[in-house]
């Protein structure tokens, strides 16, 4: 087990939570999820009392605790009872679909606000500044993602043109293996998945490293496969909703991560964050003349 390297900051533990429920056991999950879902709650109540809830025993409750980082189940109440505040203002609310688009679409607006406040609690800032400063030394960039996450990242290759800094972002999954199996040392693969868990992105992935390619993986789980195949690791996010709940928290939260990540790349390049220039000029006649 590892521990955390510093406490989270107050508001962001339930998000560390949740960025490394998919890697306990079944019966440490239940611990974790119970503490994601009423965090108030747990911080009120004892190793046996939690036990009791999850259907566990307190040696899994201890042993889940040392699992997600932290020292035992106090040190985990501790923070739980310094996030209280905060973790009482992010708990969800159901969607009251007989209110129509009146209850719906605000309440929507309100679950992803409530999810953003959280979503940086697993993210690794100097893990973040080395990979801004491989993509802007690189001799080639490569994105390469699928499905869902798909998006997401080609919002980020174009936000990388349009501020200079070269970019290749095929859609297609063979091309995306094929042009990893052609990188070399130096140049920079960057991985979008919020599962981490895509077999076809984490194939264009291993391809980029057999090429000796640094692996930039953007994901909201700090133990998937992505992250550990990952040279540095961006995890945000990681509140999970099912599809028919209607959330897109997870990809706003991408979005803004690749936004900032490129705001970071054209820092370091000595260019203004948003589009500008010459291939901004050129975009706005591409569309225009659509």
């Given at each position: 087990m590892t521990h955390l390297t510093a406490d989270p900051l107050p508001g962001d533990t339930v998000g560390v939570i949740r960025s490394l429920?998919?890697?306990?056991?079944?019966?440490?999950?239940?611990?974790?999820?119970?503490?994601?879902?009423?965090?108030?709650?747990?911080?009120?109540?004892?190793?046996?009392?939690?036990?009791a809830r999850t259907d566990t025993s307190p040696a899994t409750v201890i042993r889940a605790c040392q699992n997600l980082g932290f020292r035992g189940f106090q040190h985990l109440r501790l923070l739980l009872l310094r996030d209280l505040g905060a973790a009482e203002s992010s708990r969800d609310s159901d969607v009251d679909r007989a209110a129509g688009s009146r209850g719906r679409v605000p309440a929507l607006f309100e679950s992803a606000a409530r999810d953003l406040n959280s979503a940086l609690g697993a993210l690794d800032y100097d893990a973040f500044d080395a990979a801004?400063?491989?993509?802007?030394?690189?001799?080639?960039?490569?994105?390469?993602s699928n499905g869902g996450s798909g998006p997401s990242a080609q919002m980020m290759a174009l936000r990388l043109l349009t501020a200079g800094r070269p970019v290749e972002a095929p859609h297609d999954s063979v091309t995306?293996?094929?042009?990893?199996?052609?990188l070399g040392s130096g140049d920079v693969c960057i991985a979008v998945s919020d599962s981490g868990m895509?077999?076809?992105?984490?194939?264009?992935?291993?391809?980029?490293?057999?090429?000796?390619?640094?692996v930039v993986g953007v994901t909201s789980y700090s133990r998937s496969p992505l992250s550990q195949l990952a040279d540095h690791s961006l995890v945000a996010g990681a509140s999970y909703h099912s599809w028919a709940d209607g959330a897109v928290s997870g990809n706003i939260i991408q979005v803004l991560l690749l936004a900032a990540l490129q705001d970071a790349v054209a820092s370091i390049l000595g260019h203004t964050a948003g589009p500008s220039g010459p291939l901004l000029d050129e975009a706005l006649d591409i569309i225009e003349g659509e």
């Open positions: 429920i998919p890697s306990l056991v079944p019966s440490e999950q239940r611990v974790a999820q119970a503490c994601a879902d009423d965090a108030p709650g747990v911080a009120m109540l004892s190793v046996a009392d939690l036990a801004a400063r491989a993509i802007a030394a690189a001799r080639r960039v490569l994105l390469v995306q293996q094929l042009s990893a199996r052609t895509n077999s076809v992105t984490l194939r264009a992935v291993k391809a980029a490293r057999a090429s000796s390619a640094i």
